[in-house]
């Protein structure tokens, strides 16, 4: 009786972390890492455009044991800080890939932050404290462009590998005529997407805004998978 309690158990426990544990397959998991990563880290750029224009110390209102202003260097806000969230980002991924493979239920602070709330809120934190720190206000071109590469990049993550009944999937005709099809026309075209969204903020954050040819490229990026797909399959 105990063996069969343990084994439907087991089985409960199996089933629960399928569909709470965020699970994806091997090559969505890379994606969605390697996507997330430059995102994090993508603000180290920013610092670099704007080094000249912040102090050597920065001022954050907080104090040690002893009394003393804890500055912060500016080595730290350009490098140390983005890199944290790239830290707790990897953290987040790599819990979730352990427990899928294990076939357990991830801590539920792992569950809530899942794979894109630490590097969206580091980005946008780490760009408004560069430009503060720079004595600037963020640019309403930059909170644009990082709100559409994060749009950009969360639908190119749903998009790849999702089920043909998804809201997310494409209702192209051709793109549902059979398994093999809808895999790699909805994978081409979320790297597609999820590139488009990789070059507005790079280049957001490399120039101080976006140049034509930057944008030109992500909106060949946007448009080009999808028809190049269709013309593959019906020949």
Request: charged share 15%; with cysteine.
């Amino acid at each position: 009786m105990s063996k069969n309690k343990n084994a439907m158990t087991r089985q409960q426990e199996i089933e629960a972390s399928s569909f709470f544990g965020k699970h994806v397959t091997t090559a969505k998991a890379a994606v969605l890492f390697a996507a997330t990563s430059l995102l994090c880290l993508s603000p180290m750029l920013l610092g670099r455009l704007l080094y000249g224009m912040i102090p050597e110390l920065i001022e954050t209102g907080l104090r040690d044991v002893a009394g003393n202003d804890d500055s912060l260097p500016r080595w730290a806000l350009i490098y140390a800080v983005p890199g944290l969230f790239f830290v707790l980002n990897t953290i987040c991924h790599a819990q979730l890939f352990l427990y899928q493979r294990l076939q357990k239920l991830p801590p539920k602070q792992i569950r809530l932050l899942g794979r894109w709330i630490i590097p969206v809120i580091g980005y946008f934190f780490c760009v408004w404290a560069i430009y503060s720190a720079a004595g600037l206000s963020v640019p309403k071109g930059t909170t644009g462009t990082g709100l559409l590469s994060v749009l950009l990049l969360y639908y190119g993550g749903r998009l790849f590998d999702c089920e043909g009944d998804s809201i997310f999937a494409l209702p192209f005709a051709f793109v549902k005529r059979n398994d093999s099809v809808r895999t790699v026309t909805h994978r081409i075209t979320a790297l597609g997407i999820m590139a488009a969204g990789l070059i507005l903020c790079i280049s957001a954050m490399a120039l101080g805004e976006v140049p034509a040819a930057a944008a030109i490229t992500a909106v060949v990026l946007l448009l080009c998978p999808l028809p190049l797909c269709a013309v593959i399959y019906r020949r």
